[in-house]
């Protein structure tokens, strides 16, 4: 199915300009901008190409989900026609994007396409399905649900499925692809915890940052970095940046909780954090 796409531009918002520095381990510092979508009540920054192009959403006044994408110092708008609810999660070096949508009836489907254009995809026999990353040969990655409930990943290159798990998990799902085909995602354990994985030529590694209770890889980059997020003992989530076994907390500055969602060529990286209100923001990420 092909569908045209409803979008707005918006005006540019980057909330916080005075940038803070954090270090969370020896490696590496970071220095933090706040983004969010102009009139928004929350924010999630997801994806990030080697142009600096980020994806996204939000969620309005009138809390209603739509996708975003920050280029150019503006915001754009995105919509599947007729969804109740738009996620956009992922964006290429061509601009491609990858992402998901409710309609009318409550089912979500996979969408892919570029500004003016979405189509919409799902898996097979699936009773929903979400597209959450693309790289530059268009191959792309995501979850669905079958009809027992369960959640699994799939790769898709062109008009073909393939489903994944991590060998003896449950409900994996795949967030992030790079270049060189490299998946990243999350499976949970047979006691039920949650934790990163990464999938090289068809092996699979388990990637868990010191002391995390739990983890998810979100997004890898050409070369190799992964970003994600953990649950240390205390309960708070944190942000990781992982250099082949070599993880550095990603915290934005005084925040409750942070997500890193998402990395480039460069190794900017977009993600997520609450503050103290339980308010949720984008954020972008320099070192």
């Known amino acids: 199915m092909k569908a045209h796409r409803s979008f707005a531009v ?11 520095n954090i270090s969370a381990g020896a490696q590496t510092v970071f220095t933090f901008t706040q983004l969010d979508v102009p009139g928004s009540i929350s924010t999630e920054a997801d994806g990030i190409n080697s ?15 739509h996708g975003f994408l920050f280029q150019h110092s503006t915001f ?12 956009t999660a992922g964006i290429n070096s061509s601009g491609v994007i990858a992402g998901s949508f409710t309609d009318a009836a409550g089912v979500q489907h996979g969408l892919v396409g570029s500004p003016g254009a979405f189509t919409q995809f799902d898996f097979p026999g699936s009773t929903s399905t979400l597209g959450l990353s693309i790289n530059n040969s268009g191959t792309l ?3 669905f649900n079958d009809s027992a409930g369960q959640t699994h990943a799939f790769v898709k290159q062109g008009n073909t499925f393939q489903q994944f798990d991590f060998p003896g998990g449950h409900n994996t ?4 692809i790079n270049n060189h085909d490299d998946i990243v995602g999350v499976f949970t354990n047979a006691s039920g915890a949650s934790h990163a994985f990464i999938r090289k030529r068809g092996i699979f590694t388990q990637l868990d940052p010191p002391r995390a209770i739990s983890s998810v890889a979100f997004g890898v980059n050409i070369n190799g970095f992964v970003v994600g997020s953990f649950t ?6 944190r942000g990781f940046f992982d250099n082949a ?17 998402g990395i480039n060529s460069s190794g900017v990286i977009v993600g997520d954090y609450f503050d103290s209100a339980g308010v949720e923001h984008g954020y972008i990420a320099v070192h």
């Open 10 to 20: 918006l005006t540019l918002a980057l909330i916080g300009i005075g940038l803070a």
């Open 76 to 87: 754009t708008q995105l919509d599947f026609p007729g969804a109740t609810a738009t996620r």
């Open 232 to 237: 240390d003992p205390l309960g708070t989530g």
């Open 173 to 176: 799902v795949a967030f992030g």
């Open 51 to 65: 142009s600096g192009d980020i994806i996204g959403f939000f969620v309005d006044s009138a809390g209603r989900q």
């Open 141 to 143: 990655v995501g979850s």
């Open 245 to 261: 076994g070599s993880f550095t907390q990603v915290n934005f500055p005084g925040a409750a909780s942070t997500d890193a969602n």
